[in-house]
């Protein structure tokens, strides 16, 4: 890796900045055979909205690879590769059957799992469809989301079912996905960058306007059995307000509610989302996954303020959004050198070890999928009444630390946050 870029010591000095470090290619590039391409393969990914599906077949981009999605006329779905293993054709082009999917070209037909059933114009005594087979990967669906598992096929995990996916009094339903133009994991850091709420989200104008910037809590970051959480950790008067947001290995985030901080609860809110950003490829990601709404509301529709980059530019300029703050983090990929991560990067310091320690793991055959279904997820808000304030600012944010570091450790320890 190149030398990392240093801070300047001089006004008008930027002609000494010359050299253009790499990206950091082990934990940024997703294609097949990389180190981290090959890590994420070994979880189940969501590729597309079951309802995508219809009567047309469906291209897809995933970690570099060309694919096609469908589900035939028995309501098998396939995802293949792309082209043709005849002459190259694209399949988007293809014909769904009753059993599979047909090439436009000179016709040969390929079942879901990659079989080859049809050859038309070869001679009948042909054996090509008895001995050969179109790639195909195994797919599995969960409440309207298609997910693959596109990793080594001895290897392939249990379905994960996490245990926010059902949660009493609440609907789960599929999100569409939105399109970041950069890599995975700055779009991915963010899930464990809580001090950007205070900043970004509090600009005039924005989703999250407060202009007391004072509420700004204690920000911490702890280690669970499936990933890290994130724990933010506010005071008003005798209330304290820990907010615990989820990163799963290797690239899932659930946050609590972030709005009305101090409402009137001793409930414990669930996440509202569960979602994964998975590569298109090294400088496109798809964020894809589940919204959750209490049973009788309505369910949140479309992107969300500053999702994706449908406002104009010149809006975006004046309020922009997490989109905007990611995606340019140098042109969509990130390069680490360029950096000076201060303390509030504890977080995304962390993240990133905790994913190269997977992809070294791996590397070596030892990575580990998540723990038995349903997998504890530990991410939740509360609001605890009664606690007075310690005598002194400093002692105070060490007893809201305290408080913060208790939460998490009781969750771990019971298995899921407590009522
Ligand atoms: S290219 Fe697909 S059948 Fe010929
Ligand atoms: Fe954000």
């Known amino acids: 890796m190149s030398q990392r870029a240093p801070f300047l010591h001089a006004g008008y000095a930027a002609y000494h900045h010359r050299e253009r470090p790499a990206e950091d290619a082990e934990l940024a590039h997703v294609g097949p055979g990389t180190p981290c391409g090959e890590y994420l393969r070994r979880f189940w990914q969501p590729v597309v909205l079951l309802d995508e599906l219809c009567d047309l077949p469906r291209r897809l981009r995933i970690m570099g690879e060309d694919l096609v999605a469908f589900r035939d006329k028995r309501g098998a779905i396939g995802l293949l590769e792309l ?189 509202q989302a569960t979602t994964w950003a998975v590569p298109i490829d090294d400088t496109q990601t798809m964020q894809i996954g589940y919204y959750r709404a209490p049973e009788g509301k309505e369910m949140r529709r479309g992107a969300g303020f500053g999702q994706d980059a449908s406002r104009s530019y010149e809006e975006r300029q004046r309020v922009p959004g997490d989109y905007d703050a990611q995606v340019s983090i140098h042109n969509g990929m990130a390069r680490h050198a360029l950096e000076h991560l201060a303390a509030t990067d504890r977080g995304v310091i962390m993240m990133r070890n905790m994913i190269r320690r997977g992809i070294r793991a791996a590397g070596n055959g030892e990575v580990s999928t998540h723990n038995r279904n349903p997998v504890s997820t530990f991410g939740h808000d509360r609001v605890i009444s009664g606690i007075a304030p310690a005598a002194s600012p400093e002692e105070d944010r060490q007893l809201l630390r305290e408080i913060a570091r208790k939460v998490v450790t009781e969750a771990i320890r019971n298995g899921h946050p407590a009522a």
């Open 83 to 271: 082209h043709c293993p005849h002459r190259g054709t694209s399949l988007e082009f293809g014909l769904i059957s009753e059993s599979g999917i047909r090439c436009c070209y000179h016709g040969w037909l390929f079942d879901v799992d990659g079989t080859i059933l049809e050859t038309p114009g070869e001679p009948p005594d042909s054996t090509l469809k008895g001995r050969l087979f179109h790639g195909a990967y195994p797919v599995h669906e969960h409440r309207g989301l298609v997910f693959a598992y596109m990793g080594p096929p001895d290897k392939q995990p249990e379905f994960p079912i996490f245990d926010t996916f059902d949660l009493p009094g609440h609907r789960l339903m599929a999100r569409s996905p939105t399109l970041w133009e950069c890599n995975w994991l700055q779009v991915k850091e963010n899930s464990m960058d809580p001090a950007h709420l205070a900043f970004l989200h509090t600009l005039p104008g924005s989703d999250g306007f407060t202009q007391d910037l004072k509420a700004l809590g204690e920000w911490d970051w702890m280690e669970t059995p499936i990933g890290m959480v994130y724990i933010d950790t506010r005071r008003q008067g005798n209330q304290v307000w820990v907010r615990v947001a989820d990163f799963i290995l290797p690239n899932i985030h659930q946050f609590p509610p972030n709005a009305d901080p101090m409402a009137q609860r001793n409930s414990i809110n669930r996440p």
